[in-house]
C-alpha cells in the first residue's frame, strides 16, 4: 500500500479541473479527492474482474419542482398538504435532462447490466474494474484504512465525455469511503435510571388503546455495517419489558435486505425498543450492505421508492460528526443524498435520524501522517509528550505551521513552516490545525429529516423531568452543508435572544444561519437491551431516534384507522406546535460540551426555554401530539 493525494475533496461535480478538446470528443477531467491520511492505497491495481457498482446521478430537467412540491405537501397550513406524491408524480418531477446519452455512453463501452432507480434521475451500472477502468479513463486500487482495517475499491481522476459530463450531476461508488465500524452505543454510566418500554410509555403519556396491527400502518429500522439483531434475544426483550404483548408481537415482520443472525448492539437496540414502543405495530428490518457511505444512502432511499410495501416510518442511527472528506463524499454526492431524502419527504415517508452522539461536535483530533515529517526551521523541542498534545501545542504557538512526532522517544517538534514533507519511518507529522468548527451530525442535518437528540431523568428520579444527556453529547449545532429551513427561523431566532451571547461558541466554529439541529428528543441514557440472553445498559441518540419512530407510529395508526393519511414529513408540523398546547417536554438543564465518551468540549450549546440546539423543542407529550395529528387534513 501507498500513499497518494489528489486534488481536494470539494472538487466535484460542479468544480471541473478542466476540459481537453485535443481530439474529436472532448472530454471532462475531475480529481479524485483526497484520501484520509489514515487511508493507504495498494500499490498493485484492482483485479480486472472485480465487481464495483456505479450509481449515477442525473441532472433534472427542473431542478426545484420538486422542492417546490415537497414544501407545499408538509406545510399544515398549506391546502396541498397530506397530498403525497404518486410514484408517478415523482417521476414527472424528476424527469433528467439527458438519460439516453448516459445510456448510449455505458453501451459504448460494452456494459449492458445497468438500469434505472426508483426515479429516471438515478442510474445503477454493475461492471468490473476492467470496464469501470475504460468507462472513466481511470485506474482502480483497493485502500485500506489503517484504523479499522476497513477495505473498498477506489478510483484515481476520472474522465468523461463532456456530453454526459454536462448531464451527469454525481458518481458515487468510484471515490467515496465506507462508515468507521461503530463501537458500542455510548455506554451509560453507573447508578442511571434503567429505561424500559414502559418507563417511556408513562413518561411521554402514551395511553389509550394499542396498535390496531393493520397492514397499512409499519415502520422499520434501518441498518449498516453488518449489524444484525438476534430473534431470540427479541423474544426474550419482550417477556422481561414490553407489558400485555399480545402472541405475535415479538416477531419481526418482514426481512430487507442480507438476512442473517447477529448480536450487533446498535440492531439490538433500535429493533427492540422501535418494536416495544409500539407493540402490534408490524416492524421491518432493512439491512444494507455498507461499502461506501454516500452510495449506501442513496440505495437504501432509492430501495424504499422502489418498494410498495415500504413502511411508512423509517428510524437511522447512523451519520457522521465531521468533514465528510474523511468518508470520501463529495459535494455532489451530499446533495444527491439530500435529494433522495427529499423524495421521501414529498412521497409521505417519515425519516428519523439521530443526531449524533459528539456534542457539538467539536474535533479532537489533529490529522496528520504516519512515517513522514517536515523538514523546516525549529521553533521548539517538547520530551516525553504524547502526539495529541504535541499537535495542541502547535495551535498555542502563532508562528508554528507545523508539528513533528517521534515515537521513539516520544520527541515532540514545533516548525515554522509546513514544507518539504518527506517520507521518514518512525515518524507521525502534520500541519497546524484549523481554527476549530462544529458538526453536527448527517444525515440528521439534512432539511427533509426529523433529528432526535437525548436526555436522561434529572438525578436519575423520573419525578424529576429531564436534562440533556451528559455521559455523552447529545448532538446538535448548525450545518455549513444546508441552509436554515423557512420553518424552524423564528426559533432559531429566539434561541439567539434566550441564550446568552457570551454562552454562544465563536462565531467562526459555526453557520449561524443553517440547518438547525437537533429538532425534538427523547431519554437516551440507560436502556435495558437484552445481548446474548443478559441485560445490558445501554446509552446514545441511537437510542432516541427508534423511540421517537416508535411514537410517530402510533400517531400514524390512529390517523390511518380514521381515514386519515400518514403524516410524512414531520417538522413544519412539529415547528408550528412548538411550545404551544404543551406537545414538548421542555428541556431546560444541561448542554452538548461533551464529546462521545462524556469528556468535556471547550465550545457547545445550553439548553433554554423553547427550542435549542441541545434537545430541540424537548421531549414528546404523546396524547398532545396526537391531538393535534388527529385535527390536521
Excluded at 4 to 17: A, D, M, T
Excluded at 409 to 416: E, G, N, R
Excluded at 537 to 566: C, E, M, Q, V
Excluded at 578 to 589: E, L, N, T
Amino acid at each position: 500500500y501507498q500513499r497518494r493525494v489528489h486534488g481536494s475533496w470539494w472538487l466535484s461535480w460542479n468544480s471541473w479541473l478542466g476540459c481537453r478538446a485535443d481530439g474529436p470528443n472532448p472530454t471532462t477531467l475531475i480529481a479524485e479527492p483526497i484520501l484520509p491520511t489514515h487511508w493507504l492505497r495498494s500499490q498493485d491495481r484492482a483485479h480486472r474482474m472485480r465487481r464495483m457498482t456505479l450509481t449515477i446521478v442525473l441532472r433534472r430537467e427542473n431542478p426545484m419542482a420538486l422542492t417546490r412540491a415537497a414544501t407545499r405537501i408538509s406545510n399544515p397550513t398549506h391546502e396541498q398538504y397530506g397530498h403525497h406524491l404518486s410514484p408517478e408524480d415523482l417521476q414527472q418531477l424528476t424527469q433528467p435532462i439527458d438519460s439516453p446519452a448516459v445510456e448510449k455512453w455505458l453501451r459504448s463501452y460494452g456494459i449492458a447490466s445497468f438500469r434505472t432507480g426508483a426515479t429516471a434521475d438515478v442510474v445503477f451500472v454493475e461492471a468490473n474494474v476492467a470496464q469501470v477502468e475504460a468507462l472513466l479513463s481511470t485506474e482502480v486500487s483497493e485502500v485500506r484504512s489503517l484504523l479499522t482495517g476497513q477495505t473498498t475499491l477506489r478510483a484515481g481522476a476520472v474522465s468523461l465525455p463532456s456530453h454526459v459530463a454536462a448531464v451527469v450531476r454525481a458518481i458515487l461508488g468510484i471515490h467515496g469511503l465506507p462508515l468507521p465500524p461503530r463501537a458500542l452505543s455510548a455506554r451509560s454510566g453507573d447508578g442511571e435510571y434503567p429505561v424500559t418500554p414502559s418507563v417511556l410509555r408513562s413518561r411521554y403519556k402514551v395511553t389509550g388503546p394499542g396498535a390496531s396491527g393493520s397492514i397499512k400502518n409499519k415502520q422499520a429500522v434501518v441498518e449498516f455495517e453488518g449489524q444484525y439483531m438476534n430473534q431470540t434475544d427479541l423474544e426474550l426483550f419482550f417477556k422481561k419489558f414490553v407489558i400485555n404483548a399480545r402472541p405475535g408481537d415479538d416477531q419481526v415482520f418482514r426481512f430487507v435486505g442480507p438476512q442473517a443472525t447477529g448480536e450487533g448492539t446498535e440492531a439490538q437496540l433500535d429493533i427492540q425498543f422501535m418494536m416495544g414502543v409500539a407493540p402490534h405495530v408490524k416492524t421491518e428490518f432493512w439491512q444494507n450492505p455498507s461499502d461506501q457511505f454516500c452510495a449506501d444512502l442513496v440505495n437504501w432511499t432509492q430501495a424504499i421508492l422502489s418498494d410498495s410495501l415500504a413502511p411508512k416510518v423509517h428510524s437511522l442511527s447512523y451519520g457522521w460528526q465531521g468533514e465528510l472528506s474523511e468518508l470520501g463524499c463529495q459535494h455532489g454526492e451530499v446533495q444527491a443524498v439530500d435529494d433522495e431524502l427529499q423524495k421521501l419527504a414529498a412521497t409521505g415517508f417519515t425519516i428519523i435520524v439521530s443526531s449524533g452522539d459528539s456534542g457539538s461536535g467539536e474535533p479532537t483530533g489533529c490529522a496528520g501522517g504516519l512515517d513522514v515529517r517536515y523538514n523546516s526551521t525549529v521553533l521548539r523541542t517538547m520530551l516525553h509528550v504524547k502526539p495529541q498534545e504535541c499537535c495542541d501545542n502547535c495551535t498555542l504557538i502563532d508562528k508554528c505551521k507545523a508539528w513533528n512526532y517521534e515515537f521513539i522517544p516520544m520527541t515532540c517538534t514545533l516548525l515554522s513552516e509546513a514544507s518539504n514533507r518527506v517520507d521518514h519511518n518512525g515518524f507521525y507529522s502534520g500541519p497546524k490545525p484549523p481554527p476549530k468548527k462544529l458538526y453536527p451530525s448527517w444525515p440528521a442535518s439534512s432539511p427533509w429529516v426529523t433529528a432526535v437528540g437525548a436526555t436522561r431523568f434529572i438525578d436519575q428520579q423520573p419525578d424529576r423531568g429531564e436534562m440533556a444527556a451528559d455521559n455523552f453529547g447529545s448532538g446538535g449545532g448548525f450545518s455549513s452543508l444546508f441552509p436554515q429551513p423557512a420553518w424552524q427561523a423564528e426559533a432559531v431566532g429566539t434561541y439567539f435572544s434566550v441564550e446568552p451571547s457570551t454562552s454562544v461558541p465563536p462565531a467562526y466554529t459555526f453557520n449561524r444561519s443553517g440547518r438547525a439541529t437537533p429538532d425534538v428528543a427523547t431519554l437516551g441514557q440507560g436502556f435495558q437491551v437484552v445481548m446474548s440472553g443478559s441485560v445490558r445498559s445501554i446509552g446514545g441518540t441511537s437510542a432516541s431516534a427508534p423511540t421517537f419512530a416508535a411514537l410517530i407510529s402510533l400517531i400514524n395508526d390512529h390517523r390511518i384507522s380514521a381515514g386519515k393519511r400518514p403524516l410524512g414529513f414531520l417538522n413544519p408540523w412539529l415547528y408550528s406546535l412548538g411550545s404551544k398546547i404543551g406537545a414538548f417536554f421542555d428541556v431546560v438543564k444541561g448542554s452538548n460540551r461533551f464529546g462521545r465518551d462524556g469528556f468535556s468540549l471547550d465550545f457547545g450549546f445550553d439548553c433554554v426555554p423553547g427550542w435549542d440546539p441541545v434537545t430541540g423543542w424537548g421531549t414528546p407529550n404523546f396524547n398532545q401530539l396526537l391531538k393535534s395529528a388527529m385535527q390536521l387534513p
